[in-house]
């Protein structure tokens, strides 16, 4: 594991160095967004909430800072969700603060909200008064049913994108209720699509540089939750479409792709065999000691697989019941059939491969204890990403960002009596 050094705030050459960012977001699909861009190196201000005087026990801030399991008060989310980041508390609901953040947004790159449609409007905050300011400005606005159409106005969230986007539907066993992915999958997948956006504005800024525009051309992305599930989902619309077939639920099977699937082993664990391929699956049938199955020619492709994977899932089925998962995989190596443990978190930190690959590094807390956390991705030859801020506590950069906006520290005394700062 890697150690990570957060006292000295030093941020390294990346790709992304130079370009500014303002979070405006909260929870997850817009700060990941920000969070994947820092880690590359953008320098990213995040914006949130100061505490409410009527509510002091709330906190304030951004609500992951309390999601899940906290340490010393403090979700140890947080240390990932906002890693590299500078925080700003700022009540938008005030004019002054919309003033500040005009300042910030004529200096900005992007800006990054995940606010329900309409939201930023009300503030005086909207594209138009924005690029008025700063034509050059990238505007990422993701929301759970996109800025148009009949529900943008709906509130979304994640766990219901996953189910409109035809998610939902598949995770599950057949014949029984459908579950959750367990993380918050559709929120990630719209901030990985809003990171694309950006990235793909910027080639367009790039492009459009001119002495009208020294900035080049800024623009707005809009991604729906929805919409970022549903362009995932493979060949789920064209078979519908083609043949009428509505995809249900399959388990730890892969429909119309055999044999794949999680195989019960002698010690209680599970073993996931994906056997699909022409040449893998006579390996495999030679592995369980069936060769019979290997020879048979009905069974030499896809179509003809598909067709007995009961047949097949049970022969497999009663080879892995005899042996531990270690010996099910130790013979599949053997044999190259892709095949893997179905990890916990705990096989995750002990394992030496993503050890290797510099998945598992940690944090120095404040108390000096060392928190793990996920490593980067992805990984760049020549300009890798790196960590080297802890997230930070509510409101940490405030005075230093608004004295980087021409505020006096006088002006920033007053701001923070009137409540609009903290």
Same mark, same amino acid.
């Given at each position: 594991?890697?150690?990570?050094?957060? *006292?000295?705030?030093?941020?390294?050459?990346?790709?992304? @160095?130079?370009?500014?960012?303002?979070?405006?977001? *909260?929870?997850?699909?817009?700060?990941?967004?920000?969070?994947?861009? =820092?880690?590359?190196?953008?320098?990213?201000?995040?914006?949130?909430?100061?505490?409410? &005087?009527?509510?002091?026990?709330?906190?304030?801030?951004?609500?992951?800072?309390?999601? /899940?399991?906290? #340490?010393?008060?403090?979700?140890?989310?947080?240390?990932? !969700?906002?890693?590299?980041?500078?925080?700003?508390?700022?009540?938008?609901?005030?004019? !002054?603060?919309?003033?500040?953040?005009?300042?910030?947004?004529?200096?900005?790159?992007?800006?990054?909200?995940?606010?329900?449609?309409?939201?930023?409007?009300?503030?005086?905050?909207?594209?138009?008064?924005?690029?008025?300011?700063?034509?050059?400005?990238?505007?990422?606005?993701?929301?759970?049913?996109?800025?148009?159409?009949?529900? +943008?106005?709906?509130?979304?969230?994640?766990?219901?994108?996953?189910?409109?986007?035809?998610?939902?539907?598949? @995770?599950?066993?057949?014949?029984?209720?459908?579950? +959750?992915?367990?993380?918050?999958?559709?929120?990630?997948?719209?901030?990985?699509?809003?990171?694309?956006?950006?990235?793909?504005?910027? !080639?367009?800024?790039?492009?459009?540089?001119?002495?009208?525009? &020294? #900035?080049?051309?800024?623009?707005?992305?809009?991604?729906?939750?929805?919409?970022?599930?549903?362009?995932?989902?493979?060949?789920?619309?064209?078979?519908?479409?083609?043949?009428?077939?509505?995809?249900?639920?399959?388990?730890?099977?892969?429909? $119309?792709?055999?044999?794949?699937?999680?195989?019960?082993?002698?010690?209680?664990?599970?073993?996931?065999?994906?056997?699909?391929?022409?040449?893998?699956? #006579? +390996?495999?049938?030679?592995?369980?000691? /069936?060769?019979?199955?290997?020879?048979?020619?009905?069974?030499?492709?896809?179509?003809?697989?598909?067709?007995?994977? !009961?047949?097949?899932?049970?022969?497999?089925? =009663?080879?892995?019941?005899?042996?531990?998962?270690?010996?099910?995989?130790?013979?599949? %190596?053997?044999?190259?059939?892709? =095949?893997?443990?179905?990890?916990?978190?705990?096989?995750?930190?002990?394992?030496?491969?993503?050890?290797?690959?510099?998945?598992? *590094?940690?944090? =120095?807390?404040? %108390?000096?204890?060392?928190?793990?956390?996920? $490593?980067?991705?992805?990984?760049?030859?020549?300009?890798?990403?790196?960590?080297?801020?802890?997230?930070?506590?509510?409101?940490?950069?405030?005075?230093?960002?608004?004295?980087?906006?021409?505020?006096?520290?006088?002006?920033?005394?007053?701001?923070?009596?009137? $409540?609009?700062?903290?």
């Amino acid at each position: 594991m890697q150690g990570m050094e957060t *006292q000295d705030d030093k941020r390294p050459s990346g790709p992304l @160095t130079g370009l500014r960012v303002l979070e405006m977001g *909260q929870l997850i699909a817009g700060p990941f967004a920000a969070k994947t861009l =820092a880690d590359f190196g953008a320098e990213v201000i995040k914006i949130e909430p100061p505490p409410d &005087p009527k509510r002091p026990q709330a906190g304030g801030g951004d609500p992951l800072r309390q999601w /899940r399991l906290l #340490k010393d008060g403090t979700s140890v989310w947080w240390q990932v !969700q906002s890693r590299n980041k500078r925080s700003l508390a700022l009540d938008l609901k005030t004019p !002054q603060a919309q003033d500040i953040v005009r300042k910030l947004v004529a200096e900005a790159d992007v800006l990054i909200e995940n606010f329900r449609p309409g939201a930023m409007e009300g503030w005086g905050l909207g594209p138009e008064a924005l690029q008025a300011v700063n034509p050059g400005l990238i505007m990422l606005r993701i929301s759970g049913y996109g800025q148009t159409g009949p529900y +943008r106005d709906r509130p979304g969230f994640g766990v219901v994108a996953e189910a409109m986007g035809g998610l939902r539907h598949l @995770t599950a066993e057949p014949g029984r209720v459908p579950v +959750r992915v367990g993380v918050s999958i559709g929120d990630t997948l719209a901030s990985l699509h809003g990171v694309i956006g950006i990235l793909l504005a910027l !080639q367009h800024r790039h492009a459009t540089v001119s002495q009208q525009a &020294p #900035k080049g051309r800024g623009q707005v992305i809009d991604v729906a939750l929805y919409e970022a599930v549903f362009n995932c989902m493979e060949s789920l619309l064209p078979e519908y479409s083609a043949f009428g077939a509505v995809r249900g639920p399959a388990g730890s099977a892969m429909p $119309g792709i055999a044999p794949t699937n999680a195989y019960r082993c002698a010690d209680g664990g599970y073993a996931l065999i994906a056997g699909n391929g022409d040449s893998i699956f #006579k +390996r495999l049938m030679h592995c369980i000691a /069936r060769d019979d199955l290997a020879q048979d020619p009905a069974l030499a492709d896809n179509a003809g697989r598909v067709a007995r994977v !009961q047949e097949l899932d049970a022969a497999i089925g =009663a080879w892995a019941e005899k042996l531990s998962v270690a010996q099910v995989l130790a013979a599949l %190596d053997a044999a190259q059939v892709p =095949a893997g443990k179905i990890y916990t978190v705990a096989d995750i930190a002990a394992d030496p491969h993503y050890a290797a690959r510099d998945m598992l *590094q940690t944090v =120095a807390m404040e %108390d000096g204890t060392q928190l793990m956390v996920p $490593g980067i991705v992805p990984k760049l030859s020549v300009t890798p990403g790196g960590q080297w801020r802890r997230a930070p506590a509510l409101g940490q950069d405030t005075d230093a960002v608004l004295r980087e906006v021409g505020l006096s520290d006088e002006q920033i005394a007053a701001l923070r009596a009137r $409540g609009v700062v903290a």
